[in-house]
């Protein structure tokens, strides 16, 4: 391919023409907003990105965007967008979820797109609750939590998206927030620049059936005591004048936070997204509270590894290469080929 | 020793043996080596779930039928003249099968008391005179081979793994059929271990000089070639010419195939089989589970692909919703349905026609779709080609209804010449479709197909938005209106209704028939030899056989009424026939049977032969 033109494009060019209908004051809008202001800066031409949802609120997304796009069925985005990536291997495919769709529903599919490294951007709007069928748990809630279906409380332990990503060997996982524009376009664009499935959580308010659920994380009293940003090459220190630390203990399996003073300044762990043991990134996933506290942000884990795409493709690259003839008569040889017998 | 040599017109010859005997591989061999004498064939292989049953147990026994003969066949043949069987398991298991008069070949070192015992025979058959209505030939098949090995590199273990092969040799020579292809298969087969080559070339010869030497087989068979149609031919299952007749519809059409398919008896040879075509372009993936491979295959077709995915009947019952949601998109897909006796697991590897219904009605909402059965093994091939015709030129997913009896079973094919092959190329939409030539109008339709634009991602100016809810005529945006609605039900259900497929064709050779049995799918072979033989006794009755089930050829109402009495013979409990009585008010008689196993001709013409009594 020769060098890119730079497209021109604006985020005005991503917004079709359909009204958008979630619930003012959904989470959904900001993060639309910030996407679409976000995709020129990929330089990739609109004919050529294709948004694929599941169903659920968030599923609605790709109606919303002027690129091509397919609002299928519960739960099987990840597999539908996959037998797109892997057949067209030109487009830039982008799967929008939520936490009933993915993890769900769909849970088989994505732990699969994710092992296999599908070239896909996955989103997956996480509000923890059930909203376009009106508000029962969702695999994401926490114990206790009631709701129509639950009015006792639900009994299930809930699935931490981060660590079930990276126990699916996923090679790229972040964090972010639907409030916080900046850090959430970062983290796309390190997802859009990873080749291979990049797993995105995106903490998103259900102003109607959840509402405030991620509230400590917004509230300008509270986030900075309760959210890691996690900064590439960076010591993980956080909280009002970087009060909190991240340390891997002496015979302890995973991290833990600690207050800085208490520590000596090369025990706090230095940010690598690019371990390959994912037990790292699953440590840092396990950080948070039942009460949010200690919640990383950012890319936890991006490595190389080979796409599924690559692999496919350069399979069929391999096979073709070695073909003189017309497809008529290859065709005509496959038919005659084995144990064959002429009547005159 | 010169032997006497008897001319024969036609043999049926079952191999049986414990599923480890290498029963399936014999059987193929032997039906390799009669097709390329020019002998008409056609195989029936039939074979437990299990991959190693119990050894020496019923469940176990696997076998093989082949019906050869100097002219045209239609079914591997009610009941065998040969049985080898190579364990007691596999003699009692068959025995009810064999006509009085029929050979048996036994292998008489499996005939110890331990394995008599294990299958309930206190004493011996080859010694207590229950066999005495057959011909039995003892042949001590382990320790012959065994013997004729003694001097090979080889284990015993080996050695007696290739008593197949001698039998194979045996059976060669008694019906004088050329050995060349299969010494080169057994080359092929082993070329990492040259050792069991020779090993295996040893043993058949073995078993072709015994029955050149010994006494017991005084007689040699011939079946002279059959007078087959001109052309080059080959031998093939179902299953290989439906795999082929994907990759020449990728071909046909210039589109790649796309095969998204999870592992599920008897369909997987197909995904094997297309596995190895990747230089034409056929991606394969084994997907996650069924609903991810028809997932995958739907994404490839909106990609541009031709998406396929094959499996049998759980499978297509998991791919339901999916199913629905490519009729919603109105997008090309192929869904293949190896059918096998359910419900549930069932009996996997024995054959069935009862997920028709699932076919033309088992979707939510009003859900049509296109679906067509192939009448014979080599059939597959057409039916996959005319699967994707349909699928491409009116944008709908088509139902391929094989099943097992078809996928396994195998006949001779003449090549078709490629040139021939229908022309399935398509046109992606390119430019805007609006009346005010800058708008694009996904749903707007061909007034002749009632096909909408195929815009697929990467065509500049024609991005849209398409998915499960229902849409807009021509804008394709979401609505609810009830009018609307209720128009793109009944435009989804036209498109289907007025595919245009070819008229149902009536064999009536003596004209004057008052009975029309009507069949669909793998039943043409029984249902047509079992007319012969009605016609051959002087009677008259008519066959016609459908292939498209959906839509229904435009000239069966008018057909049906034609007769007196129409019979409908399936192996289901009556689902077609079920469909014709509500369709065509025709009062069809329905003939079942669900025994996981195709119908015989004998008991099919004794069905018909009441009907005409009582016409």
């Given amino acids: 391919m020769s060098e890119p033109v730079a497209l021109k494009l604006t985020a005005k060019d991503f917004k079709s023409d359909q009204e958008v209908r979630w619930c003012p004051g959904c989470g959904d809008y900001a993060i639309l907003a910030a996407i679409q202001q976000f995709m020129p800066e990929l330089n990739i031409p609109r004919e050529r990105t294709v948004f694929v949802s599941g169903i659920g609120c968030s599923s609605r997304f790709p109606y919303y965007m002027n690129t091509y796009g397919m609002h299928s069925i519960h739960g099987r985005a990840p597999a539908i967008a996959t037998g797109l990536s892997v057949s067209r291997p030109d ?55 009631i709701t129509k279906s639950t009015p006792a409380g639900s009994a299930d332990a809930p ?140 890319v936890f884990r991006s490595v190389d590894r080979p796409s599924y795409d690559s692999v496919v493709q350069s399979q069929l690259a391999a096979a073709k290469a070695k073909v003189t003839e017309t497809p008529e008569q290859q065709l005509a040889g496959l038919l005659g080929s084995g144990d064959t017998w002429t009547i005159i | 020793m010169t032997k006497q040599i008897r001319q024969l017109d ?39 779930a299990e991959i190693r049953a119990p050894a020496g147990t019923l469940p176990g026994v696997s076998s093989f039928q082949v019906h050869f003969a100097d002219y045209d066949i239609l079914t591997p043949g009610d009941a065998p003249n040969v049985l080898v069987a190579m364990n007691p398991a596999a003699l009692k298991a068959n025995l009810a099968d064999l006509p009085r008069g029929a050979d048996i070949i036994v292998n008489t070192d499996e005939f110890t008391k331990r394995s008599l015992a294990k299958v309930g025979y206190q ?10 209505g057959y011909v039995v030939h003892p042949v001590a098949l382990t320790s012959m081979t065994v013997g004729a ?63 050149e030497t010994t006494e017991d087989f005084a007689v040699r068979y011939e079946v002279k070639p059959a007078k087959m149609q001109p052309g080059t031919y080959r031998n093939i299952t179902g299953n290989a010419a439906l795999s082929l007749g994907l990759v020449a519809a990728g071909v046909r059409s210039g589109l790649p195939v796309f095969l998204g398919a999870y592992p599920i008896t008897p369909a997987s040879d197909i995904l094997h089989e297309l596995s190895k075509h990747k230089r034409f372009g056929v991606l394969t993936m084994q997907a996650e589970d069924e609903i991810a491979a028809v997932g995958a295959a739907l994404g490839a077709s909106y990609g541009g692909s031709l998406g396929v995915t094959t499996t049998s009947g759980p499978g297509v019952a998991l791919k339901s919703e999916t199913i629905s949601l490519a009729v919603a998109l109105e997008l090309p897909l192929v869904i293949v349905d190896v059918q096998r006796a359910g419900p549930s697991t069932g009996m996997p590897t024995k054959t069935e026609q009862a997920d028709l219904n699932m076919a033309l009605y088992g979707r939510h909402g009003e859900a049509p779709v296109a679906v067509i059965a192939p009448r014979s093994p080599s059939d597959c091939f057409f039916a996959a080609l005319e699967a994707a015709r349909i699928a ?26 490629v040139e021939s092959l229908p022309d399935l190329r398509v046109e992606f939409a390119s430019e805007p479709n609006g009346e005010d030539g800058t708008t694009f109008l996904p749903y707007l339709r061909d007034p002749e197909t009632l096909a909408r634009p195929w815009a697929i991602p990467g065509t500049a100016g024609l991005e849209h938005r398409i998915g499960g809810l229902e849409k807009a005529d021509k804008t394709g945006d979401i609505s609810y209106d009830p009018a609307n609605h209720d128009f793109m039900v009944r435009t989804r259900a036209a498109r289907i209704e007025t595919i245009p497929v070819p008229d149902i064709e009536v064999e009536d050779p003596d004209g004057d028939a008052r009975v029309l049995v009507l069949g669909w799918g793998s039943t043409y072979g029984p249902i047509g030899a079992a007319c012969r033989g009605i016609r051959q006794r002087g009677l008259s009755i008519a066959q016609a056989h459908l292939r498209h089930l959906a839509p229904m050829p435009a000239n069966l109402g008018e057909v049906l009424r034609s007769y007196d009495r129409v019979v409908i013979p399936e192996m289901n409990l009556g689902q077609l026939a079920h469909v014709i009585r509500a369709r065509y008010l025709v009062d069809a008689i329905s003939y079942n049977q669900v025994r996981g196993l195709p119908f015989t001709s004998t008991e099919l013409e004794t069905t018909l032969e009441e009907v005409l009594k009582n016409v």
């Fill in chain 1, 159 to 298: 699935f931490n998206p981060l660590s079930l990503a990276l126990g699916a060997e996923a090679s790229f996982v972040g964090r972010t927030i639907d409030s916080d524009r900046k850090h959430l376009q970062s983290v796309l664009r390190a997802a859009a620049e990873h080749q291979g499935s990049a797993f995105v959580e995106i903490y998103q308010n259900c102003n109607i059936f959840n509402d405030g659920a991620f509230d400590q994380l917004k509230d300008p009293g509270t986030r900075d005591d309760y959210l890691i940003r996690l900064e590439h090459g960076q010591p993980i220190t956080f909280g009002t004048d970087g009060r909190f630390c991240v340390v891997h203990p002496p015979g302890g399996f995973g991290l833990e936070v600690r207050e800085t003073s208490s520590v000596r300044p090369e025990e706090i762990v230095v940010h690598d997204a690019t371990v390959a043991d994912p037990a790292y990134a699953f440590a840092l996933s396990r950080l948070p509270g039942l009460d949010l506290r200690n919640t990383p942000i950012g």
């Fill in chain 2, 149 to 211: 090995l003694a001097t090979h590199e080889v284990s015993k273990k080996d050695a007696e793994r290739s008593k197949n092969m001698f039998a194979l040799g045996l059976l060669s020579w008694m019906y004088s059929r050329p050995y060349e292809s299969t010494l080169r298969f057994l080359e092929r087969k082993f070329a990492a271990r040259p050792e069991l080559v020779a090993a295996n070339v040893a043993a058949f010869r073995a078993g072709w000089n015994f029955g």
């Fill in chain 1, 91 to 145: 487009l830039s495919v982008w799967v929008v979820t939520g936490d009933g769709d993915a993890l769900s529903i769909g849970g088989n599919h994505l732990i699969h797109a994710l092992r296999r490294n599908v070239n896909l951007k996955i989103l997956l709007f996480n509000n923890r609750i059930y909203g376009l069928t009106k508000g029962q748990y969702s695999p994401t809630s926490e114990v206790g939590k």
């Fill in chain 2, 123 to 132: 004493t011996s058959p080859l010694d207590d005179g229950s066999l005495a």
């Fill in chain 2, 392 to 417: 491409l030129t009116y944008r709908t997913p088509v139902i391929l209804l094989s099943d097992n009896y078809v996928a396994n079973g195998s006949e001779p094919w003449l090549l078709p010449d």
């Fill in chain 2, 10 to 48: 036609r043999v049926v010859i079952r191999f049986a043996g414990d599923s480890g005997d290498g029963m399936q591989l014999t059987g193929d061999r032997f039906t390799s080596e009669t097709a390329q004498l020019g002998n008409d064939i056609s195989t029936l292989p039939n074979f437990p």
